[in-house]
Structure formats: C-alpha cells, structure tokens
Nanobody, 127 residues
Framework: VQLVESGGGSVQTGGSLRLSCAASGFFFENYAISWFRQAPGKEREKISCISNRDDEIYYEEGVRGRFTISSDKGEQTVALQMNNLEPGDTAVYYC?????????????????????WGKGALVTVTS
C-alpha cells in the first residue's frame, strides 16, 4: 500500500498550489481520501475529505472556498487545489485513506484514525 504526495513547494501570499496524492495497493473506490496538515508546533488537523463510494466532499471551515478536493478514480489520485494561500497555510500536508465514506469528518468523537498515510509534502507560504 502506498500513498505518495507531490506538488508541495513555496509560494507567496495569494498564490496557488496543487497537491496530488497517488494511491496504490488497495481498492481505491472503497476508500475515502482525506487531506490533513500539521504546522510547526501545532497538532495535525483535518482539511478535507472525499468519498470514492458516494462522492461526498467535506471541508474544514478555514479552507472552505479556497481549497478544492477532487478524485480521479481511473488514475487513483486525489488532488487538492489550494488558492489564495495565506502564511497560516504553511504546513506539511498529508493524504490519508480510510475504508468507507467521510462520515467521520464532522464527528467530534472520532479520533481521526486512518488506515493508510502518506509521508507528507511541505507547503510554505511567504508574506
């Protein structure tokens, strides 16, 4: 099983980046793929989730309207288009896979456990 992130880098405030997560080794269409991020000195936080089962999409409030998640089932990749980036978006971004749908995303009691994780991609936004 592999999840490999790509597309990270450095961009100025207001710029855009597109992250990609390439999945292999599991039945992609049965899984929900999520993006998390962890900024220096902070806890990991969820950003967005897309379910390959029912195509539902969820966003955390702080990225809604700026970030767009999409899934290509044929290529088994999930992209995260990030626009109007801010210095507060600086973090290591991880993609993760969990069997099923994104039902857990807004469930405060869920511990955020995922089945598979990528190694992360660094995004730096300069002012």
């Amino acid at each position: 099983v592999q999840l490999v992130e790509s597309g990270g880098g450095s961009v100025q405030t207001g710029g855009s980046l597109r992250l990609s997560c390439a999945a292999s080794g599991f039945f992609f269409e049965n899984y929900a793929i999520s993006w998390f991020r962890q900024a220096p000195g902070k806890e990991r936080e969820k950003i967005s989730c897309i379910s390959n089962r029912d195509d539902e999409i969820y966003y955390e409030e702080g990225v809604r309207g700026r970030f767009t998640i999409s899934s290509d089932k044929g290529e088994q990749t999930v992209a995260l288009q990030m626009n109007n980036l801010e210095p507060g978006d600086t973090a290591v971004y991880y993609c993760a896979a969990r069997l099923g749908t994104c039902w857990w995303f807004n469930n405060k009691d869920h511990d955020g456990a995922m089945d598979y994780w990528g190694k992360g991609a660094l995004v730096t936004v300069t002012s």
